[in-house]
């Protein structure tokens, strides 16, 4: 019995000097750890490190609050292609060693995708399908400047008025659409009237138009500051209408505000600082005249030096008219711009073929379009068109500072949509008007 009882002593002795010795053991593991921590997670992030894929800065577009310029998109599409060719074509071998910023955890933002195989279309059309499908990226990436920009307007009782800034910017640099214009290849340039008349068709416009097309913003829109803030957040070149006093008065009436040939100087002014002040942003101001004006013709000259002197451009809207403006705008040697025609839909055939001969026969054309659901529509059609035709979409701004201090013969040769030629007051157009 006393035999019994020591065995079972000793075996509880065994025990508890096993765990003893256990716990020792495990504590001094944890000694040596702690004092060699450093070195431990060296080793350990070397060995980890061929089996973690590193993201380095600038894999992918960066994301930041307000526009981004076509230098940023340009950038960065370099930046996915390169990444794309290292994947593909480097050989799989760990790196020598971790970059020396050290990895870095990215969360990958939603609006990015993934990098596509090298079988699928590259960066570029990957970006541009992405700027189509999401508006709010297309707005953040053509975005032009918020307007008004300090500097390039003054304070009056007819509200903010445009004027060239201390240092010499005039409004019509500081508005425009930047563009290089390559002057090898054929280039038109698009513009849609009316703009912010009717709700619909203004929000049609900016949603089916690509940013290159310019707007001409009616100064009767009920609220013009509104849709000038629209069009340059989607990144459209904006020029105000100007109108005025026609051949075909009163039939056609220029408007409550219009410039009128019988009036005084003063009453014109007073209405023109009323056109001008209805909202700030625009390049230049596009009209309609023909020989009317001529009729006062000294008070008219003042009126378009007024304009020529704020550092804004001039749109002539009428193809086959205007030459009394153009010789002064000319004279003053100020961005000018004389149409081609007016574009009223595309749906025949006939139509068609008369604007395509338009852009085949001269370098640099011009085209307004009268805003309709259907002509929009059409529009934004044809304009895909010109991609594979090798023409380019540039705004109004960028053929009328090529076209500085030259007459207006050499800025609007004749075509075949000139239909009209025996009538100054009608413009011709691709689609007869109704």
């Not at 921590?37 to 960066?62: H, R």
């Not at 149409?339 to 073929?353: D, F, I, M, P, Y």
Request: proline share 7%.
């Amino acid at each position: 019995m006393s035999s019994a009882t020591d065995n079972g002593t000793n075996t509880l002795k065994a025990l508890g000097l096993g765990l003893l010795l256990a716990i020792l053991f495990y504590a001094g593991l944890g000694v040596y750890a702690f004092l060699n921590k450093d070195e431990t997670l060296d080793m350990l992030s070397q060995k980890l490190a061929v089996n973690v894929s590193l993201i380095e800065k600038g894999e992918f577009p960066v994301i930041v609050d307000g526009p981004l310029t076509n230098e940023d998109i340009e950038i960065s599409n370099k930046d996915h292609t390169s990444k794309e060719a290292e994947q593909v074509h480097a050989p799989s071998e760990p790196p020598s060693e971790a970059p020396s910023e050290g990895p870095s955890e990215v969360s990958q933002p939603e609006t990015v995708a993934d990098i596509p195989p090298a079988n699928e279309p590259d960066m570029n059309a990957t970006l541009t399908q992405s700027l189509k499908g999401d508006p709010n990226l297309r707005a953040r990436t053509n975005a032009l400047p918020e307007a008004p920009i300090d500097g390039n307007f003054e304070r009056t009782a007819d509200g903010l008025l445009p004027i060239i800034s201390p240092d010499g910017l005039k409004p019509f640099d500081a508005y425009k659409k930047p563009h290089l214009l390559n002057t090898s290849a054929h280039a038109i340039a698009v513009a849609v009237s009316d703009y912010g008349l009717s709700e619909k068709l203004s929000r049609q416009a900016l949603d089916l138009l690509p940013s290159g097309i310019s707007l001409i913003l009616s100064p009767y829109s009920t609220d013009p500051e509104k849709w000038m803030k629209a069009a340059r957040a989607d990144g459209h070149e904006v020029w105000l209408e100007l109108p005025m006093q026609t051949a075909e008065f009163p039939y056609k009436d220029p408007g409550a505000q219009g410039l009128m040939v019988d009036v005084s100087l003063s009453y014109n002014q007073d209405r023109l600082h009323w056109l001008m002040g209805r909202a700030q942003g625009y390049a230049g101001v596009a009209g309609y005249s023909d020989k009317t004006l001529e009729k006062s013709a000294p008070m008219f000259e003042k009126i378009i030096n007024s304009i020529i002197s704020r550092g804004l451009g001039y749109y002539e809207l009428n193809p086959i008219g205007g030459d009394f403006i153009a010789g002064h705008v000319a004279a003053k040697h100020a961005p000018y711009l004389h149409t081609n025609g007016t574009v009223q839909s595309l749906s025949s055939a006939h139509a068609l073929s008369n604007i395509n001969t338009l852009v085949k026969s001269q370098n640099y054309s011009t085209l307004v379009l009268t805003p309709s659901p259907k002509g929009i529509k059409d529009m934004a059609a044809w304009l895909e068109t010109l991609q594979d035709k090798r023409v380019s979409i540039v705004p109004l701004s960028a053929l009328a500072a090529l076209k500085k201090g030259k007459v207006a013969q050499d800025i609007s040769e004749p075509t075949d949509l000139e239909a009209h030629k025996g009538n100054e007051a009608h413009a011709p157009t691709v689609e007869a008007q109704h």
